[in-house]
């Protein structure tokens, strides 16, 4: 057996049983399930001044996935702040060993991501370029030196690898008793064998957690029940889109070369063979994520289950294992000591899900966190901070459970759970759309524009067109980094706009109605612009306690106590979980995304078109710019807004869903001797570059606040509002970076998201978006720069794939820079 699946096998039984504990009848929190997570946030919540903190484990501490966990830890992830979570992770583990005097087995040994051909180096460039900004310490090395520092590979089969200093491996079982013992020194409490039978909210909003040995009631309340995450949000009618999968690796017996090594080699992951592998004792751990996953227990995870393996299958894996033991012959002659397959949760999307559940009070989850032993730390600092503090301290979008809502079924659960174990060293490209779990969400126009050629994506379940083909047959494109062929079909679309007349679908955008007679006055306080009169559109900026970004919505007023906020569609529970966690008697909000379909109309001939199609006066004296009316138009009652994110003169009407398909066949009617084409997303993000535009969850998120963003010129400095006092003193003590827009001189290929931006070879910012701006024909983008850099005019390079191009900070929009063309 070898070193650490042998040592959490011993844990497990030599650690001591809190099975004769007498249950506190009431805690601060509860957190449900002693797994790695768990116990990491047992950890901080005591550690930052939760005492009062008690984790409850129906077996032992480990008994779920954790005990046979692989044990290699990383920092690469495909979300930023991911990564810089997975290395405080890592960093963690020195503190808890000593706080708790309980060994985690860490062996930090570096380790390399390896290429096999052009595509996957391409890949690790852009992981390189992420690394600058962030302060990792990753460089490439080259094949030969990648046979230098690990000699049981076979060089031959690569590019290039990108080395991390900080990777390696650790004991699971024992960094998850250091986890729960710092804990305990800290102030906190865990009991083994007490297994959650139940859980039921009282009228103040505290937890009744029910157990054989008794009830703890609780002010909150953690779902950390990994395998068994279904099952305890079952008990809250709660479901979680979470799926275990089988998964397997290999432990070799002695290899000689190995044991003969002077030092620990390094680990190691081989993106196109789909393998991890690392040293175990004299031998060498070897996993791997087989094309056809396994998801394991669909109907549900047994409570008897325990420390349990299950059958191997080697069929299965037998096509990576051939393609492993071409490149590391020295596992394929040796001998295999142990097969391991055992269930691990994965969540739609590979990463985790965690923070309040929308629609609850005080029930958190952290479920889903596969690649725990990398994760753990960095979840648990988050979750503490998000508990204790209001909002964690880097903004977590990439794990927040908001990010899924209804649409999120268990059976869609399974699905993309299952895709995204297949995937999960597989990259995805800037333009790739995957096909699992599609077709989830679709508005009544789904077929009529796929008909048109629309080649759809998906966003928050929903079906949204990226652009239009010339048809069914020809809306395709090959995933790539560099442009791909939609980019003509997205200029026509452009042009279409800018000269004519264009509409795109706005089901996906976010809609929040507010009704009361305190709705102006909450509103006035949540948000920290101004709240328009009856009749009128403003924007503005939501921000957190901290004075951090948390929303850019539109607010509407369609009376004096009803309003309507438009937003971001991603981040639709997430507001709304935002709305009622204080949300006043006097009133009323619903998430109405899903009542309220549309299409905006955008260009210079928008006005002529919506004229013919409805009865109101919609001249520009009659209907100003941010104007808005409930009337009828295309023969059925909308809300008619006048604003457009195109930057051309341009409307947004939005209808019930059952009079979306008149409404387009009335605009395509009236709109065809105008030039009138439908447009998609591609279009709509090119066009919003030349106006210096942000977009949420990329320009705008909480990691910024008002000032860097360049969001403060909508707040309404004279009132009071959430956030105000470090808004305030944000502006007083001036940026320390900035968000700029700028031009870069490239050609064939445009940014995505997370380059790094370099002045003389030392990285000031990233790229937190950006693409081709068809109507100006240059490549753009946006993003955030150290504040010295942020000056009109200031020369910048940006790297792309490896290569630096020169960059320049615009001072104004490249386009229509006065705005007058969407005033006109």
């Known amino acids: 057996m070898s070193d650490n699946f042998a040592q959490s096998t011993l844990n497990i039984h030599k650690e001591e049983s809190t099975g004769d504990k007498k249950l506190p009848s009431h805690a601060k929190a509860v957190i449900i399930g002693g797994g790695v997570v768990g116990c990491s946030i047992l950890f901080h919540l005591a550690k930052f001044g939760w005492k009062d903190v008690v984790l409850l484990e129906r077996d032992e501490l480990t008994s779920g996935s954790s005990w046979h966990a692989a044990g290699q830890i990383h920092t690469i992830s495909s979300d930023p702040n991911i990564s810089r979570l997975q290395s405080y992770t890592i960093d963690l583990y020195k503190e808890i060993e000593e706080t708790s005097g309980h060994s985690v087995g860490l062996h930090i040994t570096g380790g390399f991501y390896l290429a096999s051909n052009k595509t996957w180096y391409d890949y690790l460039k852009r992981e390189r370029s992420k690394a600058r900004y962030m302060g990792l310490n990753q460089e490439f090395i080259s094949p030969k030196e990648v046979a230098e520092r690990h000699p049981l590979i076979d060089p031959k089969h690569y590019h290039a690898a990108l080395w991390d200093d900080q990777d390696g491996d650790l004991d699971p079982s024992g960094a998850t008793y250091a986890f729960a013992k710092s804990a305990k020194v800290h102030g906190a409490q865990y009991f083994t064998h007490t297994p959650v039978t139940g859980t039921t909210q009282r009228a103040d909003g505290s937890w009744d957690v029910v157990t054989p040995r008794g009830v703890i009631n609780a002010e909150h309340i953690v779902n950390c029940g990994g395998l068994w995450a279904r099952e305890v949000g079952h008990m809250q009618g709660i479901n979680l889109p979470v799926q275990p999968m089988e998964h ?365 199609i409805t009865r109101e006066d919609v001249s520009g004296e009659a209907f100003k710019f941010r104007d808005l009316r409930q009337t009828f138009v295309g023969g059925v009652p909308v809300i008619l807004n006048r604003i457009s994110f195109s930057g051309e003169l341009g409307y947004e009407i939005y209808c019930k869903p059952q009079y979306l398909l008149r409404l387009a066949e009335a605009i395509e009617e009236a709109g065809a001797d105008l030039g009138y084409r439908w447009y998609g997303a591609r279009a709509l993000m090119s066009m919003r570059l030349e106006k210096g535009w942000g977009v949420w969850t990329l320009d705008f998120r909480p990691d910024f606040d008002a000032v860097e963003s360049g969001m403060d010129v909508f707040i309404n400095w004279k009132k009071d509002f959430v956030g105000k006092e470090a808004a305030l003193k944000a502006r007083e003590a001036g940026p320390g970076r900035k968000l700029v827009t700028m031009t870069i001189d490239v050609d064939g290929i445009d940014v995505s998201n997370d380059e790094a931006i370099l002045k003389d070879g030392e990285a000031v910012g990233y790229i937190s978006s950006g693409g081709y701006a068809h109507h100006a024909k240059t490549s753009m983008a946006m993003g955030y720069v150290a504040a010295e850099h942020a000056a009109a005019g200031t020369r910048l390079q940006v790297e792309i794939l490896g290569e630096m191009y020169d960059a320049e900070v615009l001072g104004a929009p490249i386009y229509d820079a006065n705005g007058a063309n969407m005033r006109a």
Not at 384 to 408: H, K, L, Q, T, Y
Not at 482 to 502: F, L, P, T
Not at 503 to 528: C, P, Q, S
Not at 598 to 612: E, N, T
């Open 248 to 612: 397997h690796y290999l432990i070799t017996d002695k290899i000689d070369a190995v044991a003969d090594h002077p030092t620990r080699l390094p680990a190691g992951i081989d993106y196109e063979a789909n393998i991890y592998f690392r040293q175990e004792r004299q031998g060498m751990l070897l996993g791997t994520y087989e094309p056809k996953g396994t998801p394991w227990k669909v109907d549900g995870t047994p409570w008897d289950f325990g420390h349990e393996l299950l059958q191997p299958d080697l069929d299965r894996i037998a096509d990576r294992l051939e393609m492993s033991f071409e490149r590391i012959p020295a596992i394929g002659e040796a001998g295999i000591k142990d097969m391991i397959n055992g269930p691990f949760t994965f969540g739609p999307d590979g990463n985790p899900m965690i923070g309040p559940v929308p629609g609850m009070k005080n029930y958190w989850c952290a479920v889903g966190v596969m690649a725990g032993f990398c994760q753990g730390g960095g979840v648990g600092l988050t979750m503490a901070e998000w508990m204790i503090d209001g909002e964690p301290s880097i903004d977590v979008w990439a794990m927040d459970v908001a990010r899924f809502g209804e649409f999120a079924t268990p059976d869609w659960g399974t699905v993309k759970s299952t895709e995204n174990y297949e995937r999960r060293f597989v990259m995805t490209f800037p333009n790739e759309t995957l096909p699992k779990g599609r077709m989830q969400k679709t508005t009544a126009l789904y077929d009529r524009l796929v008909a048109k050629g629309a080649r759809m994506g998906q966003g928050f379940g929903l079906e949204n067109a990226l652009w239009f083909a010339d048809g069914p047959e020809d809306a395709h494109e090959e995933p790539t980094f560099e442009r791909n062929r939609s980019h003509d079909y997205v200029a026509r679309e452009v042009k279409a706009v800018r000269e004519a007349v264009g509409g795109i679908e706005v089901a996906n955008f976010a809609k929040h109605e507010f009704k009361g007679a305190g709705a102006r006055a909450y509103l006035d306080r949540v948000l920290a612009g101004y709240v328009p009169k009856p009749g009128r559109l403003t924007l503005t900026p939501m921000l957190t306690p901290k004075g951090k970004l948390y929303g850019d919505l539109t607010v509407a007023c369609l009376g004096e106590e009803h309003f309507m906020l438009f937003g971001s569609g991603a981040m639709q529970e997430a507001h709304r979980r935002w709305f009622e966690k204080d949300l006043p008697e006097d009133v009323s909000y619903q998430n109405v995304s899903d009542d309220w379909h549309g299409i905006a109309l955008s260009g210079p001939k928008s006005r002529q078109l919506l004229q013919r």
